[in-house]
């Protein structure tokens, strides 16, 4: 079975520091790609970022950057120069690479703090 | 913009009643999907299309039904409606379903049921 972890329900930080959310998984795999989803208050649901299990660089979309530890399951994200638009529910997820399902994380809740 | 839509954006109904919710696409995404969410929780997939082929969820309730009649069109019909089915529901489109594509997600309809 594939699992995804997101042991912090709720974060918050001032504007413009960075943060980190973890995210950990387990997938017997060799294949996959995982994901962090962003969900702001009434809105839709839209991709930040994305990475391939088999690239060992990390996944950067500017302000955003994957810290992803392949060994240790390890798939966090950080955010620089947070913006008070940043608030939202960040979802992390798993997909094998030839499976449909997307595996979803409990989600964290980040406020950005003015 | 090529977008998801969902209509309506806020539905209530009441126990019992059967409800129909709508997702059309511009996309031309071979795939789409049905979720429901529940209070800040990760996305539930009920079911997908790719293209006319159906996907139910194993523990997809017998109360909930969908339909493609084509590409950009798909609805998401509850027969009867329960206290516990009231909660977000969530269409999401993608190109071909696997690996890293990405998923597109429509705002959203909110449905209540009294």
């Known amino acids: 079975a594939q699992t995804v972890t997101q042991s912090q329900p709720e974060m918050s930080v001032q504007e413009a520091e960075t943060v980190t959310l973890s995210c950990t998984y387990d997938?017997?795999?060799?294949?996959?790609?995982l994901f962090w989803y962003k969900q702001p208050p009434s809105r839709q649901m839209i991709l930040v970022i994305r990475?391939?299990?088999?690239k060992q660089q990390n996944a950067t979309e500017n302000r955003f950057s994957v810290n992803f530890q392949k060994a240790a399951k390890s798939f966090s994200l950080k955010i620089s120069d947070s913006q008070l638009g940043d608030t939202a529910m960040y979802f992390c997820a798993l997909r094998a690479f030839s499976n449909y399902q997307l595996i979803w994380g409990a989600g964290t809740k980040l406020i950005i703090k003015p | 913009d090529a977008m998801v839509i969902q209509n309506p954006r806020y539905q209530v109904t009441q126990f019992g009643k059967p409800v129909t919710l709508s997702c059309s696409q511009t996309l031309n995404h071979n795939v789409m999907y049905w979720y429901q969410q529940k209070s800040s929780q990760a996305p539930k997939l009920l079911f997908h299309y790719y293209d006319k082929d159906f996907n139910n969820e194993a523990d997809t309730p017998d109360n909930f039904q969908s339909r493609r009649p084509n590409t950009s069109f798909c609805f998401l019909d509850i027969r009867s409606p329960g206290l516990g089915d009231a909660a977000m529901y969530l269409c999401?489109?993608?190109?071909f379903g696997t690996g890293g594509d990405e998923q597109y997600f429509g705002p959203g309809t909110r449905l209540t049921v009294t």
């Open positions: 990475q391939e299990a088999y």
């Open positions: 997938t017997s795999e060799s294949n996959y790609y």
């Open positions: 999401a489109t993608s190109t």
